[in-house]
């Protein structure tokens, strides 16, 4: 049996996109991204590897990684924090911090991490593809 605890804390988490504010579901997720691909081009433009494949593959990066994420999406996720401790008082009437963390990771921190590789990496194939070609052109 689950903890009656437990099942409203879920209850809670899972009502919101249907309850007041639900735009954030769709605005901070995109805006994340949004942040994401400047970072990733960014980072395809500097050489670096793709951001969550050199978290994972650099235990010595992971600090630096961290607070050059945080400068980037940070204010996006206090916002996040900040929207959700509203729908709570507003709906629930009542403020549940770690609820609030929890939604704002799932929509700014995880769509900016899961962005920010892809974007890199694409963008490097494609500046690797047209190198040659734009070689080729200042030399005639």
Do not use: T
């Not at 997720?29 to 691909?37: E, F, H, S, T, Y």
């Not at 921190?109 to 734009?134: D, E, F, T």
């Amino acid at each position: 049996m689950i903890d009656p605890f437990f099942m409203r804390w879920w209850d809670q988490l899972i009502s919101r996109p249907a309850g007041p504010f639900k735009f954030r579901f769709v605005l901070q997720p995109a805006v994340a991204i949004l942040l994401a691909v400047r970072d990733g081009l960014k980072d395809s433009r500097e050489g670096k590897p793709p951001f969550l494949l050199l978290f994972f593959l650099q235990p010595a990066q992971r600090m630096r990684l961290i607070k050059d994420g945080w400068k980037s999406f940070g204010r996006l996720f206090l916002v996040a924090v900040a929207l959700d401790c509203i729908y709570q008082s507003v709906v629930l009437h009542w403020i549940h911090p770690l609820q609030a963390l929890v939604v704002a990771a799932f929509l700014a921190i995880i769509p900016y991490v899961l962005a920010r590789g892809p974007v890199n990496r694409i963008a490097s194939i494609r500046k690797a593809h047209h190198r040659p070609l734009a070689a080729k052109v200042h030399r005639s």
